[in-house]
């Protein structure tokens, strides 16, 4: 991925270890820093515009407690 482009903040998210997902109300994902992209092994456009629940269809995950305010 070139970086030359990139806004600092970002530049800075994508060095980070961790997995950084940047989530709208409705879970859809606008944000996936490198670890994220490497975690769901998905390229940004498959990530971006995602709902955060279509990557989980195989899991049991309760997305009524995760849309809890």
């Known amino acids: 991925m070139k ?3 990139l806004p ?3 530049h800075i998210l994508d060095c980070l270890l961790h997995n950084i997902l940047l989530l709208d109300n409705e879970l859809i994902i606008h944000y996936a820093n490198h670890a994220s992209r490497q975690f769901f092994l998905a390229s940004p456009r498959k990530l971006l515009g995602t709902p955060l629940p ?7 995950l309760n997305m009524d407690l995760m849309q809890k305010k």
């Open 54 to 60: 279509v990557l989980f269809d195989y899991c049991s």
């Open 3 to 5: 970086i030359d482009n």
């Open 8 to 10: 600092i903040g970002d």
